[in-house]
Structure formats: C-alpha cells, structure tokens
C-alpha cells in the first residue's frame, strides 16, 4: 500500500498562483504561463474572470481555501529507483478554476471537490463527549 506524507514549513515557502485550465498539452516542463496567459477581469461579479486560450473563451471563479487548509504546489524529484520525492515550491489559499463550454457553477467537479473536504471532515472526525452531550441536550429542546 502506498502512503503520501508532505512535511515541510509553509511559512518559508512563495505564494504561488493556482489555475485549473481544461486543457491537455502534451509538454513537460517549464511554462512561462504568465508571459501568454493573462485573464482579466469581468464585469459580472467579484472573484469572476474571463479570458481566452489558444482561442477559446474562458470563464473563470476563483475558489477559495478553508482556512485550515493550505494548499501546496509540488515538484517531483527522484530519489532511488523505487522512490519519487516531492519538493514543496510554493503555497496557495485559493485555485482559479476555468470552464470553457459551460459558466462555473455547483456542478464543476472542481467545486465538488473542495466541499467534499468540508463533508469529510464532518463524517469522520470524532465526536467530542462534550459535543455529544451538547447534541443531545439541543435534541431534547426540539
């Protein structure tokens, strides 16, 4: 079974922008993404983009980070033969998330994702006793 552990200070690590683009390009390597994409910002709303890429409009919304979530952008380096290592290179607190064919919406999976991690730490973090009585006692008020 395979196991991933990230242990780095983030405080020493860049702010770094994150953008999910829909796109697939067949390249490795260094991008000077900054230099030929440049959104701008549209007139419908706070935190709403739109721009365009290789010709094709896009619409984008800027999702943010919980505050106790704090994203990370790695680099892989190789180790031995059997092993992969990941460098943390920067740090983010919200991903710009873009759509090409349709308006963002609670529907992207993208958007799905970051609530899942609301949902998930509901359904298994522990209870608390004292949260537990406190439940029950707001149960035996209604």
Not at 18 to 24: D, Q, S, V, Y
Not at 33 to 49: A, C, L, R
Not at 86 to 111: E, Q
Request: glycine content about 4%.
């Amino acid at each position: 079974m395979s196991s991933l552990s990230i242990s780095c200070d983030t405080n020493s690590l860049n702010p770094v922008e994150c953008e999910l683009i829909p796109c697939t390009i067949n390249y490795t390597g260094q991008a000077k993404v900054t230099s030929y994409f440049k959104p701008t910002i549209s007139e419908t709303g706070p935190s709403k983009y739109s721009a365009s890429f290789r010709g094709k409009p896009l619409d984008g919304i800027d999702l943010p980070l919980d505050s106790d979530t704090i994203g990370v952008v790695c680099e892989k380096t190789f180790g031995s033969l059997d092993t992969i290592k990941l460098k943390p290179i920067g740090t983010f607190d919200k991903i710009r998330a873009w759509n090409w064919d349709s308006k963002p919406s609670s529907n992207d999976v993208h958007v799905q994702a970051l609530q899942w991690l609301k949902i998930s730490s509901s359904i298994h973090d522990p209870i608390s006793p004292q949260r537990l009585l406190e439940e029950e006692e707001k149960s035996k008020e209604n």
